[in-house]
């Protein structure tokens, strides 16, 4: 008789809701492969779902990390962090727990909020894994992993033969301007007065929230005609990935790097976004309002794409991979050589010129 192995049992630590990244993650784990995940949130946020929340039941939470074999933690976690006492994660390391680290932010912004130089944070000789979005640039040694989206969700799918509520949809969770902050912004300002300009041309409705649980954001999200995501710093988002999968056309600039990483997770050279900036997308914005049929096509053609090159059941091989890895050899967990940075000419195209097309951009907004 063979006897089946036992499931990898995976524990994610998490300070902040990362904009559900987390959860979202464990629950694919536990829906789609034979990995035993759970989550522990160091306090309730109110936003998103939770499994374990440690200010509730650290007793829990202990536990389950002295029983693990993997110690997952997000973006502002590592092995001294004391937030989750007693639980002690060298100590842990030390006995034999594989631990890894997940960035979901830029290095500076992290190193910002753990009180640490950012040369110490790269420094960190834990393994890690860092999103196929913006913060990739900023972790070179990293593997970069999908956000997964759970598209056959109620919720995250199309709602069919209804006619939209609201024309133009927008959810910013920052209030910095275009070009205040080079990533840490959605052009909130920039884009709430463009949203204005369009409605008053054309009176179409619009629905604009910020700071909302993410089950009333995706339902008013289901119920608009098209999603605006990120048209300011070249990044596409997890709200992004979310209008695709509800078979929304999405407005989201994504620079070089971005498309690079959009076509090696995906296998497609097919970007589903609308790739357009901040100074072009009013132009964009009134074509779609005048062609709503077309505007339809290019959402179904999105969820299409998502269903077939963004499918969570194979992404999240990703994830049993690195685990496996991790189990077996921890140094095996590196950059994947085709997203190396190292080269000249990469570096080039993939970090130096999206941030002087930035400069010029907001060189010639305040002029």
């Known amino acids: 008789m063979v006897t089946k192995a036992k499931p990898i049992r995976v524990v994610h630590f ?22 035993n995940a759970r989550l522990v949130d160091l306090e309730s946020f109110g936003l998103y779902d939770h499994d374990l929340i440690f200010s509730e039941n650290p007793g829990e939470a202990q536990r389950l990390a002295n029983e693990a074999d993997i110690l ?39 190193a910002e909020q753990m009180g640490i130089t950012e040369e110490k944070l790269l420094g960190c000789p834990l393994p890690s894994l860092v999103i196929a979005q913006y913060p990739e640039r ?13 598209h056959s969700d109620p919720l995250y799918s199309p709602r069919l ?33 463009l949203i204005h300009q369009v409605a008053a041309r054309t009176g179409c409705t619009f629905k604009i929230m910020s700071g909302r649980p993410l089950k009333e954001v995706l339902k008013a999200k ?14 596409y988002h997890l709200t992004g990935l979310e209008g695709l999968s509800q078979g929304k056309p999405v407005l989201s600039f994504i620079d070089e790097r971005n498309l690079s990483l959009l076509r090696f997770v995906s296998g497609s050279d097919h970007c589903p976004f609308i790739n357009v900036r901040l100074e072009d997308a ?32 194979d992404l999240i091989q990703a994830f049993q991979q690195v685990y496996t890895d991790l189990i077996n050899e921890p140094s095996t967990v590196k950059r994947q050589p085709e997203l190396n940075l190292t080269e000249k000419d990469r570096r080039f195209h993939n970090l130096i010129l999206p941030d002087l097309i930035f400069k010029a951009r907001r060189s010639n907004i305040r002029h």
């Open 14 to 35: 998490s300070v902040t809701p990362l904009a559900g990244a987390p959860i979202r993650l464990v629950q694919a784990l536990n829906r789609l492969t034979d990995v």
């Open 72 to 110: 997952h933690l997000h973006n502002y976690l590592d092995c001294e962090s004391r937030q989750f006492t007693p639980i002690d994660f060298r100590v842990l390391l030390k006995a034999g727990k594989r631990i890894i680290r997940h960035f979901h932010s830029t290095s500076d912004w992290i």
């Open 138 to 150: 900023f972790f070179p040694k990293s593997r970069v992993v999908p956000n997964l989206i759970p």
């Open 161 to 193: 033969n209804h006619e939209p509520e609201f024309d133009i949809f927008f959810s910013p969770t920052k209030t910095a301007g275009a070009f205040e902050r080079r990533w840490d912004t959605k052009a909130a300002p920039e884009v709430t007065e």
């Open 222 to 235: 289901q119920q608009s005609r098209i999603v605006i995501d990120d048209l300011a710093t070249g990044s």
């Open 282 to 313: 009013k132009t964009v914005l009134l074509h779609l309002l005048e062609n709503p049929a077309e505007c339809e096509e290019i959402g179904q053609s999105g969820r299409n794409w998502l269903l077939k090159h963004w499918n969570e059941a």
